[in-house]
């Protein structure tokens, strides 16, 4: 075929599909056809690798908070534990103190219980070395000022100065004064002075000691009778 103006020479490859010629405008419309569907192209992948990139972008923010929310709670619980640990810790001490505490106590008892066992005996070796049996079978003894007749206190001596003890036919005198056989108003005086309640003042009271009717203040040595009176140690032993 004869190509006129305006005609362009096809390749061999356009010949074989049929093409003998194509113009010029043809061609511009074949290449601005192409453009557009490479426009369309680019513009779809454009379009799909923003979208991949948002979907990557939104898991990546899921998969780091999924990660903030794994470290706090690996954090709360290293923090539990750890304060778990310290509390046991702090229990087992407390425990050793406490079995220590404890230890020294009874430590402290046994050899407190020793010491009065060796004062007991010390005591009643020295009632019996100093006692005197007569042939009434009265048994009479001083210790530090105190005065017992067969295992009863009787007495009170000061603990200076001379002390007479006489016994003649049962009948026990200390400086001149029978102090045995206890007559009824001495047992009585026995049972007020058992159930004395002896201490130390705490506060100031109100009402005077009634026998020296001197004020009872805080710190002086005091006594409770049984019917609740309050006076002086010393003048309730005078």
Same mark, same amino acid.
């Given at each position: 075929?004869?190509?006129?103006?305006?005609?362009?020479?096809?390749?061999?490859?356009? +010949?074989?599909?049929?093409?003998?010629? %194509?113009?010029?405008?043809?061609?511009?419309?074949?290449?601005?056809?192409?453009?557009?569907?490479?426009?369309?192209?680019?513009?779809?992948?454009?379009?799909?690798?923003?979208? +991949?990139?948002?979907?990557?972008? @939104?898991?990546?923010?899921? #998969?780091?908070?999924?990660?903030?929310?794994?470290?706090?709670?690996?954090?709360?619980?290293?923090?539990?534990?750890?304060?778990?640990?310290?509390?046991?810790?702090?229990?087992?001490?407390?425990?050793?103190?406490?079995?220590?505490?404890?230890?020294?106590?009874?430590?402290?008892?046994?050899?407190?219980?020793?010491? %009065? @066992?060796?004062?007991?005996?010390?005591?009643?070796?020295?009632?019996?070395? @100093? +006692? #005197?049996?007569? +042939?009434?079978?009265?048994?009479?003894?001083?210790?530090?000022?105190?005065?017992?007749?067969?295992?009863?206190?009787?007495?009170?001596?000061?603990?200076?100065?001379?002390?007479?003890?006489?016994?003649?036919?049962? =009948?026990?005198?200390?400086?001149?004064?029978?102090?045995?056989?206890?007559?009824?108003?001495?047992?009585?005086?026995?049972?007020?002075?058992? #159930?004395?309640?002896?201490?130390?003042?705490?506060?100031?009271?109100?009402?005077?000691?009634?026998?020296?009717?001197?004020? =009872?203040? /805080?710190?002086?040595?005091?006594?409770?009778?049984?019917?609740?009176?309050?006076?002086?140690?010393?003048?309730?032993? /005078?």
């Amino acid at each position: 075929l004869d190509q006129g103006p305006g005609c362009v020479p096809l390749c061999p490859f356009h +010949s074989k599909l049929g093409f003998t010629s %194509m113009t010029h405008q043809d061609l511009q419309r074949s290449m601005s056809l192409m453009q557009q569907e490479m426009q369309r192209n680019m513009a779809r992948a454009h379009d799909d690798m923003r979208r +991949s990139m948002s979907l990557m972008q @939104r898991d990546m923010r899921v #998969n780091f908070s999924q990660m903030e929310r794994d470290l706090r709670h690996g954090q709360r619980g290293m923090r539990r534990g750890l304060q778990q640990e310290l509390r046991q810790r702090q229990q087992h001490q407390q425990q050793q103190q406490q079995h220590h505490h404890q230890q020294m106590l009874r430590r402290q008892m046994h050899q407190d219980s020793w010491q %009065m @066992r060796q004062q007991l005996a010390a005591t009643h070796r020295d009632i019996t070395r @100093r +006692s #005197n049996v007569t +042939s009434a079978g009265v048994t009479t003894a001083v210790v530090n000022g105190e005065v017992f007749v067969n295992g009863q206190r009787v007495a009170q001596v000061p603990n200076t100065g001379r002390v007479s003890l006489q016994t003649v036919n049962g =009948i026990v005198r200390v400086n001149g004064e029978v102090v045995w056989p206890p007559s009824e108003s001495a047992d009585v005086a026995e049972r007020i002075f058992r #159930n004395t309640i002896r201490s130390v003042c705490e506060q100031d009271r109100d009402e005077p000691c009634p026998i020296c009717l001197e004020p =009872i203040v /805080a710190g002086q040595r005091t006594c409770t009778l049984p019917c609740f009176h309050f006076l002086h140690q010393d003048c309730a032993e /005078a």
